[in-house]
T-cell receptor, first 109, second 113 residues
Framework: GQSLEQPSEVTAVEGAIVQINCTYQ??????LFWYQQHAGEAPTFLSY??LDGLEEKGRFSSFLSRSKGYSYLLLKELQMKDSASYLC??????????WGAGTKLIIKP | NAGVTQTPKFRILKIGQSMTLQCTQD?????MYWYRQDPGMGLKLIYY???????DKGEVPNGYNVSRSTTEDFPLRLELAAPSQTSVYFC????????????FGEGSWLTVV
């Protein structure tokens, strides 16, 4: 079967660093996406990993370990505007994305 | 720089009514998708299309129909609306599948009463 797990909620302080974890099990694997979704808005693309390792993009980095079925999103220098839900979405062998409810990031001043 | 445009943004339907959610993209993407997202839940794929004239069912197709007569347009038809179809609907598109970013429209909030 296919499964996806993320914490439902994470709280962090403005200016700090936060890591949002994602574990998955899919039938085949064709990469993993991270999307950001602000309340009442559409998801927007953050990153895509298909090979193991860390991809850095400004304040955001994403890590993938295919053997462990594990990914994380690292957000540095947190800003209040980073308060949003973060969606991890692995792609299976049929190129279908598996979506979960995401992790709601709450940032405190 | 329109991207994916969907209309209407908000709609209230009575049980049993029908309506069409319009979606158009100007990025010449081959793949288009319709998702629904219930409060606190993940995106669920309703239908998708890999090109003009080709459509396929996703995870939750019952109660919906689609067509893809052109590359740009991918309307979603709700027949005989039911309260269970109250949701936010997102149209999305991508150039291909593997590794290609999916771009989402702004969403359509539908309430069935």
């Amino acid at each position: 079967g296919q499964s996806l797990e993320q914490p439902s909620e994470v709280t962090a302080v403005e200016g700090a660093i936060v890591q949002i974890n994602c574990t998955y099990q899919t039938s085949g694997f064709n990469g993993l996406f991270w999307y950001q979704q602000h309340a009442g808005e559409a998801p927007t693309f953050l990153s895509y990993n298909v090979l193991d390792g860390l991809e850095e993009k400004g304040r955001f980095s994403s890590f993938l370990s295919r053997s462990k079925g594990y990914s994380y999103l690292l957000l540095k220098e947190l800003q209040m505007k980073d308060s949003a839900s973060y969606l991890c979405a692995p792609m299976d062998s049929n190129y279908q994305l598996i979506w979960g409810a995401g992790t709601k990031l709450i940032i405190k001043p | 720089n329109a991207g994916v445009t969907q209309t209407p943004k908000f709609r209230i339907l009575k049980i049993g009514q029908s309506m069409t959610l319009q979606c158009t993209q100007d990025m010449n993407h081959n793949y288009m998708y319709w998702y629904r997202q219930d409060p606190g839940m993940g995106l669920k794929l309703i239908y998708y299309s890999v090109g003009a004239g080709i459509t396929d069912k996703g995870e939750v197709p019952n109660g919906y129909n689609v067509s893809r007569s052109t590359t740009e347009d991918f309307p979603l038809r709700l027949e005989l609306a039911a309260p269970s179809q109250t949701s936010v609907y997102f149209c999305a598109s991508s150039y291909e599948t593997s590794g290609n970013t999916i771009y989402f429209g702004e969403g359509s909030w539908l309430t069935v009463v």
